[in-house]
């Protein structure tokens, strides 16, 4: 089944603190991943995606197809990071995505 | 600038009545979506459509139904809306050829009451 586990519902650290947001997945094929985030009143946006092998906002996301793994990493987190974070899963050649139940970042000052 | 536009952002609605969510987008885009987000549940997708007049039901399409007569418009409709439909709905779109950006309207608060 395809699947994807965020396992944290909350998480919160202090300003410049690194951060991990788990993100883990269950699919037969080759997988496709991104991030999505919401910022409060605001639109869902994607973040990054992993065939970008990008860093976006100091965020990357590395895929681990052995532990079946798209973690979020950020070295210092910054108050603005506070959001929303949802991983996301595409599914076959559509753009119909499975999405996680996401994980809320607070950043304290 | 890319827009997925909601016309409605806060809805309350009686139990039973029939809904309409409407969705427009700018961007000529072959792929529209509505998915329903819920505290601790994520999005779910409740049905997509890959062009004028196709739709896909997603995973939670029971008590949904959908209209896409021209491209830029996606509607969505509860025929007789109940309690459990209480939630935020979004709208997205995308192109056959957007290297699988995603974009999604504000979203639209319905209550049933």
């Known amino acids: 089944a395809q699947r994807v586990t965020q396992p944290e519902k909350l998480l919160s650290v202090f300003k410049g603190a690194p951060v991990e947001l788990k993100c883990n997945y269950s699919?037969?094929?080759?997988?496709?991943l991104f991030w999505y985030v919401q910022y409060s009143r605001q639109r869902l946006q994607l973040l990054l995606r992993h065939i970008s092998r990008e860093s976006i906002k100091g965020f990357t996301a590395d895929l681990n197809k052995g532990e079946t793994s798209f973690h979020l990493k950020k070295p210092f987190a910054q108050e603005e990071d506070s959001a929303m974070y949802y991983c996301a899963l595409k599914r076959g050649n559509t753009d119909k995505l499975i999405f996680g139940t996401g994980t809320r970042l607070q950043v304290f000052p | 600038d890319v827009k997925v536009t909601q016309s409605s952002r806060y809805l309350v609605k009686r139990t039973g009545e029939k809904v309409f969510l409407e969705c427009v987008q700018d961007m000529d885009h072959e792929n529209m979506f509505w998915y329903r987000q819920d505290p601790g549940l994520g999005l779910r997708l409740i049905y997509f459509?890959?062009?004028?007049?196709?739709?896909e039901k997603g995973d939670i399409p029971e008590g949904y139904s959908v209209s896409r007569e021209k491209k830029e418009r996606f509607s969505l409709i509860l025929e007789s809306a109940s309690t459990n439909q209480t939630s935020m709905y979004l709208c997205?779109?995308?192109?056959?050829?957007?290297?699988?950006?995603?974009?999604f309207g504000e979203g639209s608060w319905l209550t049933v009451v």
């Open positions: 699919y037969s094929g080759s997988p496709e």
């Open positions: 997205a779109s995308s192109s056959h050829n957007s290297v699988n950006t995603i974009y």
């Open positions: 459509s890959y062009d004028v007049k196709m739709k």
